[in-house]
Structure formats: C-alpha cells, structure tokens
C-alpha cells in the first residue's frame, strides 16, 4: 500500500496514550516500545507480503529479514517471532509451503531469536511474514526522531532492489543479477546494529536517528525522519550505494510503479537540484525491500563503525550519503 492511501485510512484516528508507551504510531517510526521496567522495553513489530522471488525458501528467508529489520532499526535485539501466512493450500505444493516456512526458521535462528507459533489462513495468493518481539534498554532506544544538525546520514545497503525486481519480472536482468538481490534482501541488518550497539555501550558514539529502508522508499523514510526530528537531511545522491545495474536499469526506464508513487507523494517536502527527469533522482525513491538502515550519528561515529564493517567483511557496499542540517523546515534535499 503507498502512503498517501495509508495516511487516508490512519487520518483522524485516535492514537493510545500511555506513560509507558515509549515509541507509538505517531511518528510513523518502525516499531512500537513499551517499556516494562527501567531496564527493559519491549519491541513490537509484524511484516508479511506476496513473493517476489520464485524460489519458496528464499522467500521465507527473504520474508524473516524485513520483519526482523524494524527491531534492529529501533536498536533492539529480536526475541519470538510468530509466522504470519496467508496460502492456496489446495493448490500450492506443500513441499513449496515447508520451504516458505523452512526459509524463514532459520533466518530467525541465524537471528538469535525463536520461533514460537504463528497463524495461517487459506487464500488465493501466497503471503509470508513474521510478528516480531524484540527488547531494548528504554535509554537506548533509536527512534527515528531525534537527528541533530552536524550528523551525517550513513546508509548500509544499497538501493536498486525494486527496479532489479521488475527487470527479472520483465526479463531483463540474468540468473546472476537474480542472486545478487536474493542473497541482499535475505541479508539480516543484524551485523551493523550490533556493531553499533556495542560502539554505543563503550562511549564512543552515540545514535540520534534510526530507520530502515523499505517500501516508501530512501525519500520516503528519510522524510519520516526529518518531520520526527524537525530538521532538514541533505542527500548527496551521487554516494548512493547502488546495486550493479541499477542506474542503467533506470536511464532506461524500468522504473517500478512504487517509486513514481512515492515521487509523487513526497514531492510536497523534497527539494531536488538533480537536472530533471534524473535516473539517479528515482533510485532514491525506489520501494526497497528488507533494505538498509539509515543511521543519523556524529562524523567520527560513522566512520568508526563504516570501517570496522569492512574489517568483518560485510558483503554490501555503505557510506555516509549525506548529512543533517539545522532546525527548520522538516524536509529532504537531493542534490
């Protein structure tokens, strides 16, 4: 569902008030935190869709990582998932719903975290998902408000994932290109959130601002951030880490309808001085799925933690993509 017909059926809905409720739906951050002592708070999260690989395992791997995402997003540890399924039973090959299931396992135990029930339905399509429970030190939480003037804005994946899939649906991309983006959006966000977690137990950093990256897109969720956080963030879109093949893929034309979408609802609060009609201008808007996060901290925090991400040979391309301006309009700038 794009943003504008979610922001129409959430308008005028009366949101729950707590104490206790640390991180609620009103600043449309990637989970809720409910703090059940002063030690602990609870994260709270779900995530399912339809396929968007062929392969059933890589699906449910696929599936488990994006729900998983927004517990790392909010600087927490996952604890118990719950699959979410929606299924042809009569017509699908149980064998292709056990690999669904399968998939998604063990990307929860390559979490640390267990799985402990589910619920599932018959329908006509095929949809996968988890609801996830995660933990976090109510001190330590990352919302995505927050972001101060003099951060610099670090993405850890790159973006394409969206254009990439509707090349392989249209039959433009290889068997090669297939793989590279299965094996990206199967990857857990797990490794830079827990070097960072540790970066910000010894000191030596700390986090403003946390999202991930997902359906509305790099804009979309960095707009979220801005208007959380009232400041304006600078994109220096040519530092875009990009899948191989994305940009041309884009010059081309094969552009999702997703990111049109989100172009055309975000346009209100984004500035862009790219010449018009960019390629590069639409990657930013390109709907990602189990995407990067996107972490607003001090230059030498980023730095830090971008290097010793190379020591672990982490298997993506990240960078600092831009940086966080002073109070004032909550917006997004492309240049």
Not at 23 to 41: F, K, N, P, Q, S
Not at 155 to 173: D, V, Y
Request: with cysteine.
């Amino acid at each position: 569902m794009g943003p504008g017909d979610l922001g129409r059926l959430l308008c005028g809905l009366e949101l729950p008030r707590d104490p206790n409720l640390l991180v609620g739906a009103g600043t449309c951050d990637d989970a809720g935190v409910y703090r059940l002592t002063d030690e602990i708070a609870l994260i709270q999260t779900l995530d399912f869709f339809t396929p968007i690989v062929d392969d059933p395992y890589r699906f449910g791997q696929i599936a488990a990582a994006n729900a998983l995402s927004d517990v790392y997003a909010m600087g927490g540890r996952p604890l118990l998932c719950m699959n979410i399924l929606a299924c042809p039973i009569k017509t699908m090959p149980e064998q292709a719903l056990r690999d669904v299931i399968r998939g998604g396992l063990d990307k929860v135990r390559e979490a640390g975290a267990l799985l402990v029930g589910g619920h599932s339905i018959e329908d006509a399509e095929l949809k996968f998902g988890l609801s996830v429970t995660g933990l976090v030190h109510p001190q330590r939480i990352w919302a995505n408000g927050g972001a101060r003037e003099g951060d610099v804005l670090v993405l850890t994946k790159p973006l394409g994932t969206g254009i990439l899939t509707t090349a392989l649906k249209g039959g433009l991309s290889t068997a090669a290109d297939e793989e590279c983006i299965a094996r990206l959006m199967a990857t857990l966000n797990r490794l830079p959130a827990e070097i960072l977690r540790e970066m910000v137990e010894g000191g030596t950093t700390t986090v403003h601002a946390a999202t991930d990256v997902t359906g509305f897109g790099l804009v979309g969720h960095l707009h979220e951030m801005a208007a959380a956080s009232a400041r304006t963030l600078r994109v220096r879109v040519a530092d875009l880490p990009l899948l191989a093949g994305a940009l041309d893929l884009a010059e081309m034309g094969i552009i999702p309808a997703g990111a049109h979408a989100n172009r055309e609802y975000y346009r209100p609060w984004v500035e862009c001085r790219l010449p018009p009609d960019s390629a590069a201008e639409m990657l930013a808007y390109d709907p990602q799925t189990s995407g990067g996060l996107v972490l607003s901290l001090p230059p030498a925090g980023a730095a830090e933690l971008l290097a010793r991400l190379q020591q672990c040979d982490y298997p993506w391309p990240c960078a600092v993509i831009g940086q966080v301006s002073a109070a004032g309009a909550a917006r997004v700038v492309l240049e």
